[in-house]
Structures are given as structure tokens and as C-alpha cells.
């Protein structure tokens, strides 16, 4: 008789890569996959890949969608502009003599852990 192959479904499971902030960005920025692929050359379909972790991305990408996106690659992989708690977006709405003070005030609360 013959008995079906069982897989295990860590078998099955994808590579997951590094977590990105692709897809909050293009959101951000209003953006379809579509319109972004065709921004950067690529298809919507690989851009999904990425954007999900199932491909990796590489670094002339990376710069290409930074571009289109209006940002730097660092906030590419570091930064969530749809969160309104982080300090980024506190950074991004002060003024050039508040950044200098925010600045200062990390410097102090990471010289004296208070």
C-alpha cells in the first residue's frame, strides 16, 4: 500500500530575511506597488518578495528605492515613518534649534542613565 510522503511545515517554511520598512515607506509616500516597481525598474512582483522577506534585496535596490521613496537607505531598514511614538517622528517636526536641544538631552540621559 502505498502511504503519502508527510513534509514537516518547518519543511515547507520560506527563508525569512531581514525585516524591512519597504512597504511602510511606500505607503507612506502614497504608492502602489506598481508605480514604486516601475520607479525603480522592477517588478511589483519582486518588490512583494522583498517587502514580505522572501527575497533579499541588494544594495544598488536599496539606493534605487530610497530615491523614489524621498529617504535614506538607513531609514529604509531602521525606520517606521507610520509610527507616531518613534523619535523620528519627533526629530522629523522639530525645528533646527530643537533638534540641537534634542540632541543635547540624549546626550545627558545616555551620560547620566536619568
Known amino acids: 500500500m ?6 514537516s511545515p518547518l519543511a515547507r517554511k520560506r527563508p525569512q530575511f531581514r525585516r524591512t520598512y519597504i512597504r511602510q ?43 523614489a521613496l524621498m529617504t535614506d537607505e538607513a531609514s529604509l531598514l531602521m525606520r517606521d515613518p507610520s509610527d507616531p511614538d518613534g523619535i523620528w517622528s519627533v526629530w522629523d517636526n522639530a ?10 538631552i540624549a546626550r545627558t ?3 547620566t542613565g536619568s
Not at 99 to 104: E, G, N, P, T, W
Request: charged share 30%.
Open 2 to 7: 502505498y502511504m503519502a510522503k508527510r513534509t
Open 25 to 67: 515607506w511606500r505607503e507612506h509616500r502614497g504608492l502602489t506597488l506598481e508605480q514604486l516597481a516601475d520607479r525603480i525598474e522592477t517588478t511589483h512582483a519582486t518588490l512583494s518578495r522583498i517587502e514580505r522577506g522572501l527575497q533579499p534585496y541588494s544594495q544598488p535596490l536599496l539606493e534605487a528605492l530610497a530615491e
Open 95 to 104: 525645528r533646527p534649534g530643537e533638534r540641537k536641544m534634542i540632541v543635547d
Open 109 to 111: 540621559l545616555v551620560k
